[in-house]
């Protein structure tokens, strides 16, 4: 008796807790005979039981409602939506399918009917735009590949795209636009050496008419930016490989995306994105310093800006902060595509954002850099293998857009209390002098300088204050 009051709180409180979210009836795949199973053409709902997604406060028990992330609210004199410009990756959320090396896909999307058709892109291509409208965001990013098939022929593969990309178009209206899109050079078979580093000079024409197609769509959607992520420009062995010349390559490539792009009007930001090995043992753009390297000396810098991503920048050894700042400094900082690796994985586990001082970090760049418009924050970030439930695809979105949102909001307690900025600025007075205005415009030389270490003898050196320091950005977390 007893255990069965037990079992029923326990039912009942399951009911409260998830109740709206449990055993989402949705287009079965399976019910051919249903509107749904009618290919491409079904216009009905993928996400049935899934409200739009509003901002409930940081009180509410409810997973599908924004705890922090308020749309229209202000924080440092801009709305959080346009600090955000937030964006749902295609290929995570709508062709990952839990798969890894050890396992089979574990993902069973009702919509998914096991084929790689082009009826089946529609289809998934107005799940997309479902799952966007009702998670609230106005962006998303794509590789060509994911949204339609690979044909026979680089024509029939174009064709393909053309359709799908005819669909996303009606489909975005007249609010929703890609953040970027992109090109994908890494998994056919003919870039097993790269695209543009490729040593076969037909897979590199491949890869320039892959890209100039790619360009062509992303600009015909309204995409605001288009992305170079170098999966397969690198190399396994320096032994075999001539780096300076397929270094002369990609920068040749790059040159002719630039002119293409001009050439057809297209205004949008190419943006290249750091990362420094996987697939590749190493990949050119190993992080931010060294893609602004090449950009300096091939003479792109104007042309490009850079898509930090997070996991890429602790795969780097860097922190995502660290590979922020030197974009932001070089005057590179373009978009961040927000994840998180794991700290005991080495490899790109791409997570969704959780940790609340990571977001914080982050916000502090963008913030600095007063914000990242026309980038944005794309969701470059997959669901664990083992989450397998539609809703899963909300609350993960959920959880990482509220978690940016904490951040931004964090910083802005920074910003107002002023302490940390002011330590900061405290460490750095001696050159608010005469002599440190001389260094500081070059004008101080080595026999001046001599000089005055002599006139001053040993300096005294103050203490850093890095606990002051990390204790005042907790306080604000
Ligand atoms: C791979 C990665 C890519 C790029 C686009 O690590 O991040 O998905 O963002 O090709
Ligand atoms: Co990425």
């Known amino acids: 008796m007893k255990a069965g009051r037990i079992l029923l709180l326990l039912l009942c409180l399951n009911v409260v807790t998830f109740g709206v979210i449990a055993d989402l009836p949705t287009c079965p795949a399976s019910d051919l005979g249903s509107g749904c199973g009618d290919s491409d053409e079904w216009e009905g709902e993928f996400f049935p039981g899934i409200p739009k997604i509003k901002y409930e406060g940081p009180s509410t028990k409810n997973p599908l409602a924004f705890k922090w992330y308020n749309a229209d609210e202000e924080i440092l004199g801009k709305k959080m939506k346009d600090w955000m410009r937030f964006s749902v990756a295609f290929w995570h959320t709508f062709r990952g399918t839990g798969g890894d090396p050890f396992g089979a896909p574990t993902k069973n999307w009702p919509w998914e ?10 289809r998934r291509m107005r799940a997309n735009f479902e799952f966007i409208n009702k998670l609230g965001v106005d962006r998303w990013c794509f590789h060509d590949r994911d949204i339609a098939p690979d044909g026979e022929t680089l024509e029939e593969s174009n064709k393909n795209l053309d359709e799908v990309v005819a669909l996303a178009k009606d489909l975005q209206g007249t609010k929703i636009r890609p953040l970027w899109g992109t090109a994908q050079l890494f998994l056919h078979p003919r870039y097993m050496h790269g695209g543009a580093t490729s040593p076969e000079v037909g897979v590199y024409a491949y890869a320039a008419a892959q890209v100039k197609k790619a360009i062509e769509v992303t600009h015909y959607l309204g995409g605001e930016n288009y992305v170079f992520w170098g999966g397969r420009e690198g190399y396994q062995s320096l032994l075999n490989t001539d780096m300076g010349r397929e ?3 990609l920068a040749r490539f790059l040159e002719a995306a630039v002119a293409y792009k001009k050439k057809i009007g297209y205004n949008g930001t190419l943006l290249i994105e750091p990362k420094p090995q996987e697939p590749t043992k190493h990949q050119y753009d190993w992080d931010a310093a060294t893609s602004a390297n090449f950009l300096r000396k091939y003479g792109l810098i104007g042309e490009f800006k850079l898509n930090i991503e997070c996991n890429h920048a602790t795969l780097s050894g860097h922190s995502c902060y660290h590979e922020l700042e030197t974009a932001r400094l070089n005057g590179l900082l373009g978009n961040v595509d927000a994840n998180t690796g794991d700290p005991q994985t080495g490899w790109d ?15 502090h760049s963008v913030v600095k850099n007063g914000g990242i418009a026309p980038g944005g924050f794309n969701f470059d970030a997959k669901l664990r293998r083992e989450s397998t439930d539609v809703e899963d695809l909300f609350i993960a979105h959920i959880g990482g857009m509220d978690t940016l949102a904490r951040g931004l909001r964090n910083v802005a307690k920074l910003v107002e209390d002023g302490s940390l900025p002011d330590l900061v600025r405290k460490r750095y007075k001696s050159f608010d002098t005469e002599v440190g205005a001389l260094i500081e415009a070059g004008k101080a030389d080595f026999e001046y300088l001599e000089k005055k270490a002599i006139e001053w003898g040993e300096p005294t050196v103050p203490s850093a204050k890095q606990e002051l320091a990390e204790m005042l950005f907790q306080s604000v977390l």
């Open 113 to 122: 009917d096991g084929t790689n058709s082009v009826a089946m892109a529609k």
């Open 247 to 249: 270094l002369d390559h």
């Open 349 to 363: 586990t791409d997570q969704f954002l959780t940790d609340i001082a990571e977001a914080t970090l982050v916000m």
